[in-house]
């Protein structure tokens, strides 16, 4: 069988942090991987899973230099024409801001054939440690996904009074250095200044960080934070329930 038409590619979500919510899948093909390009907020504890591999980070962290997305494409089709089992790794799913679509099409131009895995994502994640759904019957019907700084790290070009009209729960990714700037969108939108907000560092990890409050409160809070992990904001009258709140983090001391 020529060899591009065996799968030897693998782009793999490695979720948000705790080793636990690696899927099992992931597991299985991070034991048979012959190289692993994995983004920077992956947890050494997952890498560990392929002790066997070539380990590359290729990712960005805290102003640190990352490779181009066009050198980690380079890489992705020369280690797969190699004959190596890739493993592309990526926080969370790769299928979210996780610009799986440009690898996507590098392979495809070369005719090499890949798999998907997905990953939980940081919004599912966050949610499950405030202990508070996304959606909620007669309060939130709809979930928007949103990238929080653009191309340049400036705003990205929102339709801030159509997302404030929708009245889901807003989730922002890469979010944390540009709130100051969202909130002053979002409320000038019309959206009421004490609308519920929450933000979460190093959701799933034992450094995990929850600041509560609204849309007005919370840059100012997560600025006094000054965090050092990735942050995902999440806004929408379903992000309140303080009672939930007390009643997951008790539980969480508890496992
Ligand atoms: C480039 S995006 C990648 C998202 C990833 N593909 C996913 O599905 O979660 C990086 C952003 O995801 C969010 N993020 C990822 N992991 C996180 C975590 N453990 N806690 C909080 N936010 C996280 C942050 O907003 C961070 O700036």
């Known amino acids: 069988m020529p060899r591009n038409e065996i799968t030897r590619v693998f782009l793999i979500g490695a979720g948000p942090g705790d080793p636990e919510l690696l899927t099992l899948k992931a597991a299985r093909l991070l034991e048979a991987a012959d190289v ?17 591999a070539r380990l590359i980070d290729v990712g960005k962290r ?14 992705l089709v020369e280690e797969a024409l190699a004959g ?42 966050a949610a499950a440690s405030l202990c508070l759904s996304l959606t909620r019957r007669g309060i939130s019907r709809s979930l928007h996904f949103l990238a929080g700084h653009g ?34 969108h979002f409320i000038e939108a019309g959206m009421p200044a004490n609308m519920p907000a929450v933000a979460v560092e190093d959701a799933t990890l034992e450094s995990q960080k929850l600041m509560r409050g609204t849309i007005a409160s919370l840059p100012t809070q997560v600025a006094a934070a000054a ?24 539980t969480a001391a508890g496992m």
Do not use: N
Not at 62 to 75: D, F, K, T
Not at 152 to 167: C, Q
Not at 234 to 248: K, S
């Open 84 to 125: 190596h089992v890739v493993v592309r790794l990526k926080g969370g799913d790769p299928m979210v801001f996780g610009r799986a679509t440009e690898e996507m099409d590098a392979l495809r131009a070369q005719g090499i054939k890949f798999d998907v895995v997905p990953g939980v994502t940081a919004a599912t994640a």
């Open 151 to 184: 191309a340049e790290d400036g705003l990205p070009a929102h339709d801030w009074v159509a997302l404030t009209r929708a009245g889901g729960t807003l989730v922002v990714y890469m979010g944390g250095k540009t709130l100051a700037g969202l909130a002053a």
């Open 36 to 52: 692993v390009l994995h983004d920077s907020l992956v947890d050494p504890r997952i890498l560990a899973a392929a002790p066997q």
């Open 227 to 250: 965090p050092r992990g990735p942050v995902l904001v999440l806004i929408g009258p379903a992000m309140q329930d303080e009672e939930d709140v007390r009643a997951c983090v008790v």
């Open 62 to 75: 805290c102003g640190r230099h990352a490779a181009p997305q066009q050198e980690i494409c380079r890489l």
